[in-house]
Structures are given as C-alpha cells and as structure tokens.
C-alpha cells in the first residue's frame, strides 16, 4: 500500500529523517532550500531535533506529526525542518544551548521557532496536539506564532538576536589562571556530596551511568589511596549490574534508571553507553578482580559483536526503547509467562531471585500505572550465600544461566525494537578503544579482532580526502566530521597502537592530530572548537569542555595529546593538552563534578607517567606485558620495541636510544630515563610507586 504523505525527507539516509518521511509535515532536511523558501514565503522555521530511539520524539510524532490537522497548519505557518542530532551534532550542540538559555532546560524532540535568518527566538521540548493546562498545543502555539510573525515580527526577531548575543558571551572561553592540582580533589569532593550512599550513582532520579565518573574516582583511588572513592565507584558499579537497568536476558545497559534504585529503565540501548560502561567495567576487575565485574564486560561485548556489528565491521548506534509503540514490551515479563517458559518449579525460583510479582514490580513512569509486568533485578549477587539460603540446587549459577538462555530464546519470538544501524565515527571510536582494553585484560583474542575491523572500516569508509567523516550509512557519508570523532577516533588508535605493537596505529594517531590542530585548534585562547569552522547553521562557533552521557572532544583530546607527548617526546603536545584546561578553567571551577572526563586528563597532566618499552624479541615481554596490562595503571604507556617501530620513535623521541632499547627493558618519564629494571618485580614497584600513600 503506497503511503498518502512523502515529503522531501524521503531522499535521506538518516534513520530517524526516514521516520518522518511519510508525515503529512512538508518537512524538509536542513538545507539551503529550506531556508530560501522561508525567506520567499516569509515564513519562520520549525526546527525540530530528535533521534531514531527516542520515545518522546516518538510520541510527538505519532500524536502531532502524523496528524492532518496539526500538518495543515503547520504548513500553512512553518517551513518544517526535521534534524537528526546524531547526524548533526553540531546544530543539536547550538540550538541545545539555546533552548537552555531561553527556558533553562532542555530534551528531545527539541522545537526551536527561528527566523529564514536562522535567529531563533522560541525554544520548547515535547508538545501535545492540544493545550493541557498550563502545556500550551502545538495548534495553539502555531496559531499564536502566525499571528505574532505577522504583528510582532521585529519584536520576535529583536529577542531573539540578544539571546544570540548572551549565547557568544557565554561561550567566549578566554584562557583563566591554569589548571591547580586542587582542582582534582574540588571534583572528588563534588562526586561524594551527589553520591547516593543507599543505592550507588549519583544525583537523584533519573538516573544515569555516567561512567566516566567511575573512571576518574579509580584514579583518585590510585594516586591517593582513598578507599572512599574506589567504594563510590565499587558501589554504583555493582547496584547498576544487578539493577533493571542492565538487561539479564539480553545482556547490555539500558539508557538510564528512572527511579533511584536503578529497577525501572529507560529501555533504549546507546553503543557508546555499552562502550563507556566496558571501560569501567574492565577498570573495576582490574583493581578489585570482582569476577562480577568480568562477566558484566564479557556480557556487554558480546551482545554488541552479536547485535550491534554491521556485516563491513562498524557498529551501529543504537535499538530503540519502543516496540509495537510501547516502552520497554521487548524487555518485561509477566510473571504467568516466565512460569510457562521455565516451568512452575524454576520459574517459580527464578521469579524469586529476580524480583518478579504475580502482579508486577513497577509503575509505568509516564502514567503511574501498574501494567503488571515485571524488570528482571537482583537483590545480591548470585554468588552472595544468603540468595541461596533454602535453595538446594547443584550448580547453581549455571542452572540460573540455563534459565536465562531460555527467556532470551522465548524473548527473540517477540517483535524486535528498531535498531538504528547508522555507523558514527566517535561512537567507533569508543567502542574500539572499550574492546582493545578488555584485550588487553582479558586475553580475548575476538575482541582485538572486532576492533581491528572496525578501526578498518573507519579508515576505509569514513576516511576520504585527508578528512575524517561523522556518518556513515548504507555506502554514503556525511561531510566533514567534528572534533568529537577526531579525538575518540586518536585515542582508539592508541589503544590499538598499545595492544598490538603496530607503528601504522602510532602513526594514524599523529596524522588525525595534525589535522585536529588544522581543523579546530583555537590558536589564540587554547582549546578545540566542536566544528571545523565551515558554514554549520550556527552563528556561535562553539566550544565544548562539558562532560555530558559522552566525554566531550575537548576532554578525550587533552588525554591523547598527553599521551602522545610521552610517547613521541613532544613538549609542544603537552603544551596544547595544559592549553585546553586552562581555556576551560573558569567553567570547571564553578561545576569540577560535570568534568570529570577532564579531571582523568589533569589527573594524567599531574601525576608521574611512564613511558615502557620492552623489546619484542626477549622472553620477557610476555610476563611484562601480562604484568602491566593485567593491573591498573592509568599512567602507563607500553610500547613493544620491535625494529620498526623502534625507528620510528627514535626519530620522534629523544629520550629513546635506539640499539639500548633493542636490548633491554627502558623505563621514561617525561623528562628523564631510569635505570633499567633488573626484573619484573622491581618494574611493577616502580609503575605503582604513584600511588605510594595507599593503604
């Protein structure tokens, strides 16, 4: 059956543009034809922005959108543009800025109302169809808009253009007093006052994993010896795995919690949360060999190598909350149905440890109603005694899986939620460094080869005239990427470079740097700009330090550029790296906690790192190798010395003497070289000896 509406969407490749092709909204795709019309028509824009798994933009769609008389209307008011913000990071960053200065939040769908000169002066998030109380319609409000644009359009047009002007104040980040190692001990204060002591995270509901967090309290742990932090970060880590927001069934995190006990989700899926999480994961065994710990970081990458791995080797971005347009019916049980997959007996014993009720476990969050279905949770873990108090059953974690593995073979019956299979380059870029340090960890020999494909298929796809490309889908490719996909694409190729030896990742890493410096480096006030500076709908060029659900570029690139500084020998590095704090220091003073992707760079920038080199042609580099990836040593860089490669940075570094390090184990920091360590013992002393004060 062919569809009544098309509108000029129809010819893009985003998933969430493809939504809205068939809505009876002219809507267009951000284009200079859209804005030519509205200025020929003198009409204002409807900008919308959301993405492909997001509910409320669902719900808008399907309540507004889709309706004829909220299209009539529309379009006889608007010209209509629909944005994917995954697709264009950079308007969502803009107009999200925007909207917080003009209504002091904001969310998706987001609905910004700007002039054809691109001068926005209304801001909202969802809408209804029609007025609810105080909640004005989206056919009220465009019937306002109508006339306001006819009587009042100077009025409009005059404020927006000092929300622009509050907007560039904001964001001109001049360079302030540097960086204090105080600063690191201001975020730890800030994370302990937020954290929830009862359930782990912090903040109250909703509930998100931030797990970026986690990473910085294990470095404060490590250089300080503060058990406080690494029990924060035990804490949250733990009560997230056993919660409703980690899939039982399925494996892989949910959004976030929308409660404080981390039961009830947020049922979309994100690939960089399933990265981000990995990370920390792999972190937590690293230091407290948590076999929980392991299992959860083996469980998320094969669901993603399972679920998320395009057939070229790139990995999609997301499956949405919905399916059958309900939240989360994918994901819950009822209690009869895990009765009748199971049997009465184990069903009945499955139920119990994980929480389900005959009449259900929670209440759905939009109404408040209890649907009676029910999230699978644990109370404890099932290694914990006093869960199997009364229980006598052999084997007992292994008949729990077997269970398991039969609701996931019940559950694939169901209809699936939509998978977003749009491939990002900075999402890659996280997941390809999540899986080479679970390599490195834990030996899995699948998860190198999964990220070295996908390293591949960045090079080979997204890769094209000396530019490095956000998007990816179906053989097409967005412009020019934005300092997001450079940065999380440099560090996974120094993590590559670290796991398998290969000078071709060391030397890809130093050529997306260059080009970051050509592209986005703010030369005059320090920092990297999110856009490269071309024609991007946004008259503010911004410039991003916040740490938000992912590591700003700004943060992942002052890491990397401090990690190549040691590695290469590159004072003017380590310069750039201390410039992007500086430019960002008034603004972490006043919020340290929101920064804490920064806060893991400013730890590295103060602390002693090391730069390792083993030759590869001695019986040691084995048990070194084991030694130094298998323990927690965020200061760490370790570099096989093969000939190669040993070429390449005697030319680079200085403090690398070429013949010496052929022969022998050498131990640098950034400005002197130790004596060699006699044995492996005595290296391990001296990597730890950072975190000399822990007790």
């Not at 760079?601 to 390792?612: E, F, G, Q, T």
Request: aromatic share 12%; glycine share 6%.
């Amino acid at each position: 059956m062919m569809p009544e509406f098309t509108n000029k969407l129809i010819s893009e490749k985003s998933p969430y543009l493809q939504q809205h092709a068939h809505n009876p909204v002219n809507w267009y795709p951000w284009s200079d034809e859209a804005f030519t019309e509205a200025k020929n028509k003198d009409k204002p824009i409807f900008l919308s922005i959301g993405y492909s798994t997001c509910h409320w933009c669902h719900v808008m769609e399907h309540e507004s959108f889709e309706d004829p008389e909220v299209a009539r209307v529309m379009n006889e008011t608007f010209i209509s543009i629909k944005v994917d913000r995954e697709e264009r990071p950079d308007l969502d960053s803009f107009y999200m800025k925007i909207c917080q200065l003009m209504t002091g939040s904001g969310g998706w769908p987001m609905n910004i109302i700007m002039s054809p000169d691109k001068v926005p002066f209304l801001a909202l998030t969802y809408l209804p169809k029609e007025s609810r109380g105080e909640q004005i319609g989206l056919i009220e409000l465009t019937d306002r808009i109508k006339e306001f644009w006819k009587e009042k359009k100077d009025a409009l047009i005059k404020g927006g253009t000092e929300a622009l002007s509050e907007l560039m104040r904001v964001e001109q980040k001049k360079p302030s007093p540097s960086v204090t190692p105080q600063v690191r001990e201001k975020a730890f204060a800030g994370l302990t006052t937020m954290f929830d002591s009862r359930n782990g995270g912090f903040g109250s509901r909703p509930k998100f994993p931030t797990p970026h967090n986690i990473m910085f309290l294990f470095r404060i742990y490590f250089s300080t010896g503060d058990r406080n932090a690494l029990e924060m970060a035990v804490k949250t880590l733990t009560s997230m795995r056993l919660g409703g927001i980690y899939d039982h069934v399925g494996g892989g995190f949910h959004r976030y919690s929308t409660d404080e006990g981390w039961v009830l989700p947020h049922f979309e899926k994100m690939t960089y949360d399933q990265a981000l999480l990995s990370m920390a994961y792999t972190e937590a065994y690293q230091i407290t060999r948590d076999e929980l710990f392991k299992e959860t970081v083996l469980s998320v990458l094969r669901f993603m190598s399972t679920e998320m791995r395009s057939p070229e080797g790139g990995f999609y971005s997301a499956i949405d909350a919905d399916s059958d347009s309900e939240e989360g019916k994918f994901y819950v049980w009822e209690y009869s149905e895990i009765l009748r997959v199971l049997g009465e007996k184990d069903g009945e014993l499955f139920a119990e440890l994980y929480n389900a009720r005959p009449d259900g476990n929670y209440l759905d969050e939009a109404t408040g109603r209890n649907p009676g279905k029910n999230v699978l949770h644990l109370s404890r873990t099932l290694g914990d005694e006093a869960l199997r108090k009364g229980i006598e059953a052999k084997n007992f974690e292994q008949n729990v899986y077997s269970m398991l593995e039969k609701l996931s073979l019940s559950r694939s019956k169901r209809n699936p939620p939509f998978k977003d299979k749009k491939i990002l380059a900075d999402i890659n870029g996280l997941m390809i460094t999540a899986l080479a340090r679970a390599y490195k960890m834990f030996s899995m020999e699948e998860f190198l080869d999964y990220a070295i494909k996908a390293e591949q298929f960045i090079r080979d796809k997204m890769f094209k005239g000396d530019r490095l490309h956000h998007f990816y889908m179906d053989g097409f490719v967005s412009p020019d990427g934005f300092l997001d996909d450079y940065a999380n694409v440099i560090q996974c190729e120094l993590e590559l470079f670290s796991a398998t030896g290969k000078a071709t990742y060391l030397e890809f890493s130093l050529k997306l740097a260059e080009i970051t410096d050509r592209l986005f480096e703010d030369t005059e006030n320090g920092g990297y700009f999110f856009s490269s500076g071309d024609d991007t709908g946004s008259s503010v060029r911004l410039k991003e330090g916040y740490d938000g659900a992912v590591p700003s570029g700004n943060s992942v690139h002052m890491l990397n550029l401090l990690r190549l500084s040691l590695i290469i020998g590159n004072n003017d590095m380590f310069v750039k790296a201390k410039k992007i704090a500086d430019a960002f220091n008034a603004e972490i003073e006043r919020g340290a906690p929101f920064h804490s992707y920064m806060m893991i760079a400013v730890d590295y920038a103060i602390s002693k790192p090391y730069l390792v080199t083993v030759p590869d042609n001695t019986p040691e580099l084995e048990k070194v190798r084991r030694s130094v990836w298998e323990n927690f040593f965020p200061h760490v860089e370790l570099v096989f010395a093969n000939s190669d490669l040993v070429d390449l940075l005697a030319k680079l570094n200085h403090f690398i003497e070429k013949e010496v390090t052929k022969n022998q184990i050498s131990v640098c920091s950034r400005i002197e070289c130790l004596l060699p360590p006699k044995n492996e013992e005595e290296l391990i002393n001296i990597l730890s000896g950072s975190n000399a004060n822990k007790s």
